[in-house]
């Protein structure tokens, strides 16, 4: 059974850039959540979409948004890109009730 | 305070040691208690679940969960040299959501 798949792994990009990242989840599995990690904040979670809905979001800008497709596929989006953004983004998927698996993450640096 | 608080390390023990990890949390809310290891440069693995208290034992690895005291811990038996990673514990609330509260995580070295 195929895991969560991210793409890219790797991309740096410029300040006052935009990125966009993607997210497959396992087969069947309806949420996907995106955190942020950076070694000062750890994981912070950034927001959950369940059936193309957003139902939560954490304490992030505007600057981040993010969407999910009807075949469960996400994408999330960092406008006006800064420093500070440089980090670790990882997707999760799961059936929306229980157990939660993380992809590989997507690495940006911000420079 | 933070909601999760977990000890950063790191955590050197010899080959074959017990390994205890813990992890306290503020918030009463949180019924559903997760364990991750993650890797250089990969993402979290999740190692064990946990719903409300009690012990979830699965091979050489062992979760606790004592929700009056706010606590959790997981703990590794006979650890291996492969066993050096950070593990995150990691919370959620009984929302139906898939939001989690993680810790930091705690660095642990398994020396040969």
């Known amino acids: 059974k195929a895991g969560v798949t991210q793409t890219p792994r790797y991309l740096i990009k410029t300040r006052g850039q935009q990125v966009t990242l993607s997210c497959s989840p396992i087969?069947?599995?309806?949420?996907v959540s995106w955190y942020q990690q950076t070694p000062g904040q750890g994981l912070q979670f950034l927001f959950e979409?369940?059936?193309?809905?957003?139902?939560n979001k954490g304490n992030f800008p505007g600057r981040f948004s993010g969407r999910q497709f009807s075949n469960s596929r996400s994408e999330m989006n960092v406008s006006t890109l800064e420093l500070g953004d440089s980090a670790l983004y990882l997707c999760?998927?799961?059936?929306?009730?229980?157990?939660?698996?993380f992809g590989e993450g997507s690495w940006l640096t911000v420079v | 305070q933070k909601e999760v608080e977990q000890d950063p390390g790191p955590l050197s023990v010899p080959e074959g040691a017990i390994v205890s990890l813990n992890c306290t949390y503020s918030?009463?809310?949180?019924?559903?208690f997760m364990w991750y290891r993650q890797y250089s440069r990969k993402g979290p693995e999740l190692l064990m679940y946990?719903?409300?208290?009690g012990n979830k034992e699965d091979g050489r690895f062992t979760a606790q969960v004592d929700k009056s005291s706010k606590y959790i811990s997981l703990f590794i038996r006979d650890s291996q040299p492969s066993d050096s990673a950070t593990y995150l514990c990691?919370?959620?609330?009984?929302?139906?959501?898939?939001?989690?509260?993680f810790g930091k995580g705690t660095m642990l070295l398994v020396s040969p």
């Open positions: 918030n009463s809310a949180f019924q559903y």
């Open positions: 946990t719903y409300s208290s």
């Open positions: 999760a998927s799961s059936t929306g009730e229980n157990t939660i698996y």
């Open positions: 979409y369940f059936s193309e809905t957003q139902r």
């Open positions: 087969s069947g599995h309806r949420s």
């Open positions: 990691a919370m959620r609330e009984n929302s139906g959501y898939s939001t989690l509260t």
